[in-house]
Nanobody, 117 residues
């Protein structure tokens, strides 16, 4: 079965950095675009970043452009989100996402990122 397992969240001061990882299994990882979403308290879940199956195309929500970098290692079936210059408004639960050809959405368990002094 499909599994997406996130790691790397935590508490960081404003201006700090964190790297999230998502280990995928149960599907042919290298065939598909992968996504990172986040959901802040009281807000809707939003798409933060996407990466094509080969990694040569990436997209970001405007609020993280220039600060976050999505990448992948197809040999390790893992997608990453490097987050730099973190701001308090980046505080959220971050989710790894795969949209299957069946249109089903698969989600990781979520990784809490808290940016606070």
């Amino acid at each position: 079965q499909v599994q997406l397992v996130e790691s790397g969240g935590g508490l960081v001061q404003p201006g700090g950095s964190l790297r999230l990882s998502c280990a995928a299994s149960g599907f042919t990882f290298s065939y598909y675009t992968m996504n990172w979403y986040r959901q802040a308290p009281g807000k809707q879940r939003e798409l933060v970043a996407s990466i094509s199956r080969t990694g040569d195309s990436t997209n970001y929500v405007d609020s993280v452009k220039g600060r976050f970098t999505i990448s992948r290692d197809n040999a390790k079936n893992t997608v990453y989100l490097q987050m730099n210059s973190l701001k308090p408004e980046d505080t959220a639960v971050y989710y790894c996402n795969w949209k299957a050809p069946t249109k089903d959405d698969y989600w990781g368990q979520g990784a809490q990122v808290t940016v606070s002094s």
